[in-house]
């Protein structure tokens, strides 16, 4: 059983198109992440989501736009892609806790978007 | 603010060499600390964590000790494999905002 799933796997595209990435978990965690990984591998935090509330939102443009229909799912919609949106995106999630050793983030496997 | 730091790579060793992976942080408050892994197409998985100063964190004969006088949480690990071939990312958790912080990866490659 796959714990934090991601649709699709690769995405290639034509820039100025509009696509979405889906991302689900099964872990029963109340919060859910968005994170985007350069060419050299950094991580970048965009979106987290905590009970279908928008907790962080980093300086993202506003062409991304996340969206969470219940605790167990967070999509990405991506309007009008540029060519630098290039990159691999992970979704994560975790079950946030007071002092509890839950925090720990279970990352999905990546789509990996190719804009020509 | 928060911020972690780890050395660049790729850091390329043999078949059974000694392996340390430098990470420092920088924090406010009392933050988890994590040793994350990537392996080459696929997504980050957790390799292990240490939650309070001078926790060791240990998994597949990795360690990690969380060092609050240094602000330090070195991965080592005692005798690498090929397999062991893959990115470590360093990260730290800020339980306040549940913001992780992430380390820029240190790519490790083992030659037979």
């Known amino acids: 059983d796959t714990a934090v799933s991601q649709t699709p796997k690769y995405l290639v595209t034509q820039m100025g198109n509009d696509k979405s990435i889906k991302c689900e978990q099964n872990?029963?965690?109340?919060?859910m992440y968005w994170y985007k990984q350069d060419s050299k591998k950094f991580l970048k935090i965009m979106f987290s989501y905590n009970n279908k509330e928008l907790i962080i939102n980093e300086t993202v443009p506003n062409r991304f736009s996340p969206k969470s229909p219940d605790k167990a799912h967070l999509n990405l919609h991506i309007n009008s892609l540029e060519l630098g949106d290039s990159a691999v995106y992970f979704c994560?999630?975790?079950?946030?806790?007071?002092?509890?050793?839950?925090?720990?983030?279970?990352f999905g496997p990546g789509t990996r978007l190719l804009v020509l | 603010g928060n911020s972690v730091t780890q050395m660049e790579g790729p850091v390329t060793l043999s078949e059974e060499a000694f392996l340390t992976i430098n990470c420092t942080y920088t924090?406010?408050?009392?933050?988890?600390l994590f040793w994350y892994v990537q392996y080459p197409g696929e997504g980050l998985q957790l390799l292990l964590k240490a939650t309070k100063a001078d926790d060791k964190g240990s998994n597949k004969g990795f360690e990690a000790t969380y060092r609050k006088e240094t602000t330090s949480f070195h991965l080592e690990k005692g005798s690498v494999q090929v397999s062991d071939s893959a990115v470590y990312f360093c990260?730290?958790?800020?339980?306040?905002?549940?913001?992780?912080?992430f380390g820029s990866g240190t790519k490790l490659n083992v030659k037979p």
């Open positions: 990260a730290l958790s800020d339980r306040s905002f549940n913001k992780f912080y």
């Open positions: 994560a999630s975790s079950q946030v806790g007071t002092g509890s050793i839950k925090e720990t983030q279970y």
């Open positions: 872990l029963g965690h109340d919060t």
């Open positions: 924090a406010t408050g009392y933050p988890s």
